[in-house]
């Protein structure tokens, strides 16, 4: 399936998916993305500060956040996560940890 021909708009259209085009290499005029981006970009940097570690973790940072949004409850969700919408089943959080604490591997 070629994305720039009818059989994908028409794929979209069969699902309730809503298409909004922009041009190339100008992701400010999608705001919800650049918010999000932005959002992404704060909490890695608060982590990495809070804990007191170099930007060499930048990645790893940006993941955990990432991670973290998507198994936080909001409210356009009637407060469910991403992930229950997603998977249809609730979220485990016994797997979160600490940012920076310290690990070790056996």
């Known amino acids: 399936m070629k994305f720039y021909e009818g059989d994908f ?4 259209k069969n699902e309730g998916i809503v298409r909004h085009r ?5 992701s400010q005029q ?3 993305v650049e918010r999000m981006n932005r959002t992404l970009l704060e909490r890695a940097r608060y982590m990495i500060l809070n804990v007191g570690l170099t930007k060499k973790i930048w990645a790893e940072a940006i993941n955990m956040a990432c991670y973290i949004i998507n198994r936080a409850p909001s409210a356009a969700l009637n407060f469910k996560t991403l992930e229950e919408i ?6 485990d959080y016994s797997d979160l940890k600490i940012f920076g604490y310290p690990t070790y591997m056996h």
Do not use: A, L, Y
């Not at 708009?9 to 979209?12: G, I, K, M, N, S």
């Not at 997603?86 to 979220?91: K, Q, R, Y």
């Open 30 to 32: 999608n705001g919800v």
């Open 86 to 91: 997603w998977s249809d089943t609730p979220v």
């Open 9 to 12: 708009d028409e794929f979209c």
């Open 22 to 26: 922009t041009v190339r290499i100008t």
